[in-house]
């Protein structure tokens, strides 16, 4: 059966869970943080603690896949777990794996994660568009044939993004503005919203240049240990803020590994995501 699109999903879920992601990163320091070992059991750990505190509460969990790749096959059976779990706890899941290829290449990604009976199915995906956006082709089919999503890199916070993001097209438009007008075609009369986002960074400040309203999602990675907060959110997004879905990582998870505490500085970073909406 085919899922409802994750745009509408997305927006059920912001609306009632408000729209805070937790990015699951266990990556070797929050793994010695917390006392565990740098291992497979560490990372299990790790993630199924994150899980359990966050997944009931939050609209979306964010694992990076590279931290669990880099054990190996039992890595990925954690990730795979880890996923599962998340969902049947009613978060959608984001899987951060930035795939970016061409032809069966990138279809071979999409099917790893967008195909409805794969191991690793996610609600949506991040992708790179840097081989053209059309690349993304197979992707977007079958995002849509199973009703998940899409995260496109469109204007990253990592400063060595801005060489190829901000390079001016021959038609006077930068790169990251093409793939903003691609996502926007995308979305074109998707109620209530539609399930090709971009990746916006929370730390980049005005974007006021940028025609965001892509009706679709941003996810904006930033916020906390970067040096954003929720109240930068308005000045950086403008008009489109109610599609924004602010990542943290690092700020709740360096929290753990006490469940308690981990729930604690989620509920703070969402109410004072709510604060800053319903003020603007």
């Not at 800053?276 to 003020?279: H, I, N, Y």
């Given at each position: 059966m085919t899922l409802e699109p994750f745009g509408a999903r997305l927006r059920r879920a912001m609306d009632e869970r408000g729209p805070l992601c937790v990015g699951i990163d266990p990556h070797r320091s929050l793994l010695?943080?917390?006392?565990?070992?740098?291992?497979?059991?560490?990372?299990e750990r790790f993630s199924r603690t994150v899980v359990e505190a966050v997944a009931g509460r939050v609209a979306v969990l964010k694992p990076q896949s590279a931290f669990f790749e880099r054990f190996g096959s039992r890595g990925v059976a954690v990730l795979e777990k880890s996923v599962q779990e998340a969902r049947a706890a009613g978060a959608l899941v984001v899987m951060d794996a930035k795939r970016g290829d061409i032809g069966s290449t990138m279809a071979a990604y999409a099917e790893s994660f967008l195909h409805k009976d794969a191991p690793l199915f996610s609600d949506a995906l991040t992708v790179s568009p840097y081989l053209g956006y059309g690349s993304l082709g197979p992707a977007v089919a079958l995002a849509r044939e199973n009703g998940a999503g899409l995260f496109v890199l469109a204007l990253t916070s990592n400063p060595e993004g801005g060489e190829v993001q901000h390079a001016v097209r021959a038609d006077g438009r930068d790169v990251g503005a093409t793939m903003l007008a691609h996502l926007a075609v995308e979305?074109?009369?998707e109620e209530p919203l539609g399930s090709f986002g971009a990746v916006v960074g929370a730390t980049l400040g005005d974007l006021s240049s940028y025609d965001l309203a892509v009706n679709g999602p941003l996810l904006a990675p930033g916020v906390g240990a970067q040096g954003a907060t929720p109240a930068d959110l308005p000045r950086v997004f403008g008009s489109v803020l109610r599609n924004v879905v602010p990542n943290v990582s690092r700020g709740v998870l360096r929290h753990g590994p006490d469940v308690s505490a981990l729930r604690d500085a989620a509920d703070r970073f969402a109410d004072e995501i709510r604060v800053?909406?319903?003020?603007s």
């Open positions: 010695v943080e917390w006392g565990l070992d740098d291992d497979v059991a560490g990372l979305n074109a009369g800053t909406l319903e003020s």
